[in-house]
Structure formats: C-alpha cells, structure tokens
C-alpha cells in the first residue's frame, strides 16, 4: 500500500510499505478514505525529531471503511463505515471508565512513561503506524472505531477523531461561566473549531487572535472577534478592553510548543537541531524547552481567578514558568491530550442533521492524494496557499 513516512526532519515520502495485517483478536483493519494532516504532525515534522524513527508512517486523523476485524472485535464489521479516534483506548480500564482515554491503562507506553498510545506519534506514543496510508491496523478495535452513517461525504465525520473533541475538550476544560468572555490564541484548525463550539455553546464574547490573515479573516466570517498578534501593540490592553477591563475568563492556547514570538525557545529548538538526534534526545528528556509565548500571553491576558485552557500540544522538561503571576492571578490550569470518545456522544448529534452548526462541510481547505503528501507539509507548515485544513484522500 502507499503511506506517507517520515525519513527525517522536514523529510516526508509517499511509499509503498507492507499492508497492515490483523495481529491481536481484539484488532481490525480499514481501508483509508480520508485522513486528516494536523498541527501536532508539524510538532513531528521538524521540532519531535529526535522522537521519530526513519521509517514510521505519519497520520492520526483517519476514518474508512473496516476490511477485517479481529475475533474478539463484535461492535463493527467488514463494510461499516468508521471514524477512527487518535488515542487507542480500551474502553474497560479505570482511566477509560473515567473518561480519560488518553491516560488508557491497557495502552499507556510505560517504557517511556507516556499516556495512552497513539497513532502515527514518535517511540514515546508507542511508534504505532498511523493513518496517512491506504490501510490502517486498529488496536482495540473492540472499543476505539466510531460508527457513522452512510450518506453524507467524508467531511461530515472525519474531524470526529481529532479536531471536534479536541476543540470540545478545550471549551469545556475552559468552564466559561455563563455571559462569559472567552479567548483562543491560534486560529488553526483547533483554535479555529473551538471558537465555533464555544459559539455554539452560547459563549457570549469569543475573541479569536492569530498572526495569519486567512486565519484571522475565517473565524471573522464566523462573527469571532478577532485581533491580529503582528499588528497589535497592546494586546493585552486590546483584549481588557474587550472583557470589562478584567481579561476573559477564560483563554485556550491552541497554539502548543512552537509558538511564534519566543526566542529563548527558538535558540532552544535550533540548537537541538543541530545536534545528533541521539544526543538531542536526551537532552529533550530532560532539559527539553518549548517556545511559550502563547502560554505566556494566555497568562497575561486571563483575568484573575480564571481559567487557561491548553489544547497546544506541549513538550518541554524545563520550561520556565512565571510562578509568581500565577500564584498571585489565581490561575487555573487544564489541559491535556482529548480524551476523544468521552465526548462523541456530545458532538455526534451535531453532526447528522441538515444544518451543519459547526461548518465541517467547508471547513477543509485542501484536498490531496497521498503522493501529494510532501508538498502539503510544507505548505501547512509555511502556511501558504491559505492552507488550514489538507485532508488526504488515499487512492483518489
Ligand atoms: P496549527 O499549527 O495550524 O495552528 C497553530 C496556530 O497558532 C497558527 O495559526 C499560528 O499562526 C498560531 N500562532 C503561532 N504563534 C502564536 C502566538 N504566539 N499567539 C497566537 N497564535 C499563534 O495547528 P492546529 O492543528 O490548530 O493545532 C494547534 C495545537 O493543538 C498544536 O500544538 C497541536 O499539536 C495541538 N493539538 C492538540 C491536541 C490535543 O489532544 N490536546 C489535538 C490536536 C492538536
Ligand atoms: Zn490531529
Ligand atoms: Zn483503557
């Protein structure tokens, strides 16, 4: 089959590679019709490195069509038609039975001490093949596959495994009172959807700040207030005076680790890449630094006694954090990988009416083969060609 593999940074080939074969009773295996290309795979692309290994197959938005399953596998069957979450879970462990299927028991890797397995994401997540491939072996396929009807075109339900409860989590996390004021740094596909879910769940002021004008202009066209990061001077007092001079109650970093605006951290991120990715390795493992200014600009701007909501995928040993103004702002924090199937019962209704509330039928921006696949990292990651969303549509 072809898949999109990772050979090193900034280095991503379309290949022929073995089919995904059946290995565990409780597996199954799909046959890709859509897999989605996210921001956490540019975390991979360049900064994750030292975590890859030349020859993994990239990809955790997947959904398709089941092939095979395994005999212990009794919840779907050859021929339905699958989402497949980005977290492999159990669905019986006791992290699974609190909704936590991101810390699942059954899957957390512990020779590296990580959470819950994943698809397509470095030795630390398990090294598990991912879904940028024209077929994908499911590990706990009695639990993790999310049944969706026949009928409407892919765009419907592929953001079931990644952006919707990722974007959910972040809004619930964040705990917006109600008429309350609500922030998002970073108008990617994450920020993005967050802003319409907190709309949607009737947040009265959404603010919604980027750098990048197609970003910016996209979640205005969705009646977010939005401010632009490289023209404001004062953001903090252009956000307050926004909120009743006090800040939101509530700010979600979509952003994560590789932050425009920080350069300790980008010295960080360059000198590590100039190293052996052995030694940068270690030296990740324990020193390791982000770049934080969307962090820190979440801390700025919260108001006191609220709440930093942080979907940003994060991964730093070291990083240095003002204590001082979180202690004394009161700040909350919350964050975490999403706990994917918690919350499908939530967003699954949203998704088979007529209406469309959150806009995933015109929320893509791209559509690829595969064999386009290295082209459309680097478009992603340079943010050209008004790219937010490329989904790869295997053996188009
Ligand atoms: P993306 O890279 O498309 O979006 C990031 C956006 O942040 C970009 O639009 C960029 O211009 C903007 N940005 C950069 N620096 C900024 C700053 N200082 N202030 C404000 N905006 C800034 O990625 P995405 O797909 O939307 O993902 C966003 C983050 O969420 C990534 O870190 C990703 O790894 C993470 N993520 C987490 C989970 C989870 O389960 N928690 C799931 C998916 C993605
Ligand atoms: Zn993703
Ligand atoms: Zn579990």
């Not at 009172?177 to 802003?195: E, F, K």
């Not at 205005?220 to 207030?225: L, P």
């Not at 630094?289 to 930093?308: K, P, S, Y």
Request: proline share 7%.
């Amino acid at each position: 089959m072809k898949a999109l593999v990772w050979h090193a940074r900034r280095d991503v080939r379309c290949e022929d590679v073995p089919d995904p074969k059946i290995e565990e009773s409780t597996d199954a295996v799909i046959r890709v019709t859509t897999s989605g290309l996210c921001g956490s795979d540019l975390h991979l692309y360049e900064v994750l490195a030292p975590f890859m290994t030349e020859g993994d197959i990239l990809g955790h938005e997947p959904m398709g069509v089941v092939e095979e399953v395994g005999e212990d596998v009794d919840g779907i069957s050859p021929g339905d038609r699958v989402v497949i979450p980005f977290n492999i879970s159990c669905g019986h462990c006791f992290m699974c039975g609190q909704g936590l299927m991101s810390q699942c028991e059954t899957t957390q890797v512990h020779e590296h001490g990580s959470g819950a397995a994943l698809f397509g994401y470095t030795k630390l997540y398990g090294a598990v093949p991912g879904g940028q491939a024209e077929y994908l072996r499911v590990p706990q396929a009695q639990f993790g596959p999310i049944a969706v009807p026949e009928g409407p075109p892919d765009d419907r339900f592929v953001y079931l495994s990644d952006v919707l409860p990722t974007a959910w989590q972040a809004v619930e996390y964040a705990g917006v009172p109600a008429g309350g004021s609500l922030a998002v740094l970073g108008l990617g596909p994450i920020g993005d959807m967050s802003t319409r879910i907190a709309r949607h769940r009737g947040v009265e002021t959404v603010i919604g700040i980027d750098l990048v004008p197609e970003r910016l202009a996209r979640a205005r066209a969705n009646g977010v207030t939005t401010l632009d990061l490289a023209q404001e001077d004062d953001l903090v007092g252009a956000v307050r005076d926004l909120t009743g001079g006090r800040g939101p109650d509530a700010v979600i970093d979509a952003v994560g680790m590789e932050a425009h605006g920080d350069r300790l951290g980008k010295l960080a991120h360059r000198v590590s890449s100039l190293l052996p990715d052995s030694m940068t390795e270690r030296l990740m493992q324990h020193a390791g630094m982000d770049r934080m200014a969307a962090f820190h600009t979440a801390i700025e701007l919260v108001r006191r006694g609220g709440t930093i909501s942080l979907s940003g995928v994060y991964g730093g040993m070291a990083d240095p954090l003002p204590m001082l103004v979180l202690f004394d702002k009161q700040v909350q924090v919350r964050m975490g990988q999403a706990n994917v199937k918690r919350w499908v019962p939530d967003i699954l209704p949203l998704l088979t009416g007529d209406d469309d509330p959150l806009g995933v039928d015109h929320f893509a921006t791209h559509r690829v083969p595969l064999e386009e696949g290295p082209s459309a990292y680097d478009t992603f990651q340079h943010k050209q060609d008004g790219a937010v969303k490329v989904l790869f549509e295997p053996g188009r």
